[in-house]
């Protein structure tokens, strides 16, 4: 299908099911998506969150439906996408973007906690997925964001060995479903960032103001990310304008994967150009 340049960007026929929503960088990709044309589903546990969320986007103009949501639980996505079926009777695009993960020493870590974080970061995203593409695979068309993050390519350490276990699968489950889904015209892709402020990120920093600086000393950009960092890729993924990327693991990290671990933060004048 051609697009004229002008339209894009244009989200105003599609249907678009974000979870996390209520905070972060759900709330600013439900809010992005909403005002490029997109209905949006906003999932989430926090309903005051979705409910402010949702007063965002219609002052602005946009349609955003705020529905309480375990995205953890199979079933519950079952149900979720039944409901889909019968509101609006197609699903265009999936933002799977909520998820906890836990610290923990790995000689005290239990199969139990690794089996809560797999839980909530890969089988309940798995079963959105596979939800979201059956119908999109029945209609032709579609596309799936899972959010990842560098834990997915390389080792944090600090405590991260049960998240990054799982940010690892989130990658390989991104690849392996584009491969099988695109031939159908699903493209499944995922977004990987670095530290992005939100309250529990705040609480840490606060915690240890130590961590910080640690963080920005592999940021060549310089500044941590922030939620509405992710507006621009998420309306870039959910439109026609991403018509051929698939199965692509996309850092958003202000350059800190590029940056070798004993690499160090260049500045403008000091033997290079701005």
């Known amino acids: ?43 989430d546990r926090n309903e005051a969150g979705l409910q402010a969320t949702a007063r965002e986007i219609a002052a602005a103009g ?8 375990d995205t953890s639980d199979e079933e519950a996505a079952r149900r979720l996408f039944t409901w889909i079926d019968g509101e609006f009777g197609r699903v265009d695009f999936l933002a799977n973007i909520a998820g906890e993960g836990l610290l923990a020493d790995p000689l ?8 809560e974080v797999l839980e909530n970061l890969v089988v309940g995203r798995f079963a959105h997925c596979r939800e979201a593409g059956v119908r999109m695979l029945r209609q032709g068309g579609g596309s799936i964001v899972n959010t990842g993050s560098l834990a997915s390519l390389t080792a944090l350490g600090r405590g991260h060995i049960a998240y990054s276990m799982a940010m690892g699968a989130v990658a390989q489950m991104t ?16 977004i990987l960032p670095a530290q992005v402020r939100n309250p529990a990120l705040e609480a840490r920093i606060a915690a240890d103001p130590a961590i910080e600086r640690k963080w920005l ?3 060549p950009r310089g500044r941590l990310g922030r939620p509405e960092d992710v507006q621009g890729l998420i309306v870039l993924l959910a439109s026609d304008a991403s018509a051929w990327i698939t199965g692509a693991l996309i850092p958003m990290d202000g350059g800190n994967l590029a940056m070798n671990a004993g690499g160090s933060i260049g500045h403008a004048g000091l033997g290079g150009n701005a």
Not at 108 to 115: C, Y
Not at 175 to 190: D, H, Q
């Open 1 to 43: 299908m051609n697009h004229s340049p002008a339209s894009l960007f244009d989200l105003s026929t599609k249907l678009a099911v974000v979870s996390g929503a209520a905070s972060g960088m759900g709330r600013a990709s439900a809010i992005a998506l909403a005002a490029h044309g997109a209905t949006v589903v906003m999932l």
């Open 175 to 190: 690849r392996e479903l584009s491969t099988e889904w695109a031939g159908g015209g699903v493209r499944v892709n995922a």
């Open 62 to 69: 946009g349609k955003g439906v705020p529905r309480v949501h």
């Open 108 to 115: 005290a870590l239990t199969s139990a906690q690794i089996r």
């Open 217 to 219: 000393s592999g940021i």
